[in-house]
């Protein structure tokens, strides 16, 4: 399966960060559809997943600003993330978390979107 | 939330050489949900090791995970150039969390 994230590279502070992740080559359903960010030079950062279409959990880092959504229909999943400020700068990943049998854990990632949080 | 702390914070050791990485739990973690991933400059993360000692599909043999409750380690024999990365530990217990990665360079 490939993942492919997409969306605006730059937002301004106070505004919406909107991405989407594209998922090719197998189904959206049965597994935990994640964002990830990495805020430059530092660590990996869940901010939250959505499994089965409806079931959401966020880090309650961001619990209240983030939204994630999925789209079976187009077989992609999205990342809100409200009032954003500088410290929301990073590169975010969407990723599949497979939680049973083999390669339990993030066995596919997409490439990586960088967001930069600027007026 | 658990806390992973991972130690060394850089390892500087030379190609051929063998690396030990150590992430430690603030509580127990199931191993079941223990994983490692490669993260080499430019690139997304790499699933290695799943549920603390099996290796992902793909992954050669000379990386080995062990470990249980709150100590793991992930062990590198032989390093190659392409093993010169950062490391990661993450559980998913919720909320979900990473440690804060291990540098492996070049001596």
């Known amino acids: 399966v490939q993942l492919q994230e997409s969306g605006p590279g730059l937002v301004k502070p106070s505004e919406t960060l909107s991405l989407k992740c594209s998922v090719s080559?197998?189904?959206?359903?049965?597994?935990?559809w994640t964002w990830i960010r990495q805020s430059p030079g530092k660590g990996l950062e869940w901010i939250g997943y959505?499994?089965?279409?409806?079931?959401?959990t966020y880090n309650p880092s961001v619990r209240g600003r983030a939204t994630i959504s999925v789209d079976t229909s187009k077989n992609d999943f999205s990342l809100k993330l409200s009032s954003v400020t500088a410290a929301d700068t990073a590169v975010y990943f969407c990723?599949?978390?497979?939680?049973?049998?083999?390669?339990?854990?993030?066995?596919?990632w997409g490439q990586g979107a960088l967001v930069t949080v600027s007026s | 939330e658990i806390v992973l702390t991972q130690s060394p914070g850089t390892l500087s050791l030379s190609p051929g050489e063998g690396a030990t990485l150590s992430c430690r739990a603030s509580?127990?973690?199931?191993?079941?949900?223990l994983a490692w991933y490669q993260q080499r400059p430019g690139q997304a993360p790499r699933l290695l090791i799943y549920?603390?000692?099996s290796r992902a599909t793909g992954i050669p043999d000379r990386f080995s995970g062990s470990g249980s409750g709150t100590e793991f380690t992930l062990t590198i024999t032989r390093l190659e150039p392409d093993d010169f990365a950062v490391y990661y530990c993450?559980?998913?217990?919720?909320?979900?969390?990473f440690g804060g990665g291990t540098k492996v360079d070049i001596k």
């Open positions: 990723a599949r978390l497979n939680v049973a049998g083999k390669d339990r854990g993030f066995d596919s």
């Open positions: 080559g197998g189904s959206i359903s049965g597994y935990y």
């Open positions: 959505i499994y089965y279409g409806d079931t959401t």
């Open positions: 509580q127990s973690v199931d191993s079941n949900y």
């Open positions: 549920g603390a000692s």
């Open positions: 993450q559980q998913y217990a919720s909320p979900l969390t």
